[in-house]
């Protein structure tokens, strides 16, 4: 069974720092592209950032830029997401994301949330000011 479990999430200040991460089972994902989501209480669930299947690239939506940084291990099968500088509109259930498809870089199809083909239950995020 093919698995995606996000850990990490928690309370934090304003300013402050949380690295998510993302356990994949049930196959390598090393040739998949993988993103982090968010989706906060009332609001469609939104793009975060993005790593190409090859590590050639990543990308990270402009409310998140210079502060969220992603990263895999395809030794370990985990993705992970180092968020710095945390802010109270941060506040969401994050989720990891799993797609076979091959990005291109730039190409911004990798903020749709029907490109993927596996994801996590996600993992809660509060930023309290």
């Known amino acids: 069974q093919v698995q995606l479990v996000e850990s990490g999430g928690g309370l934090v200040q304003a300013g402050g720092s949380l690295k998510l991460s993302c356990a994949a089972s049930?196959?390598?994902?090393?040739?998949?592209?993988m993103a982090w989501f968010r989706q906060a209480p009332g609001k469609e669930r939104e793009f975060v950032a993005v790593?190409?299947?090859?590590?050639?690239?990543?990308d990270s939506g402009d409310s998140v830029k210079g502060r969220f940084t992603i990263s895999r291990d395809n030794a370990e099968n985990t993705l992970y997401l180092q968020m710095n500088s945390l802010k109270p509109e941060d506040t969401a259930v994050y989720y990891c994301?799993?797609?076979?498809?091959?990005?291109?870089?730039?190409?911004?199809?990798?903020?749709?949330?029907?490109?993927?083909?596996?994801w996590g239950q996600g993992t809660q995020v509060t930023v309290s000011s």
């Open positions: 790593e190409a299947w090859n590590g050639a690239f990543t």
């Open positions: 994301a799993a797609t076979t498809k091959h990005f291109l870089p730039g190409s911004h199809s990798y903020y749709a949330t029907n490109e993927y083909d596996y």
């Open positions: 049930g196959r390598s994902f090393s040739s998949d592209s």
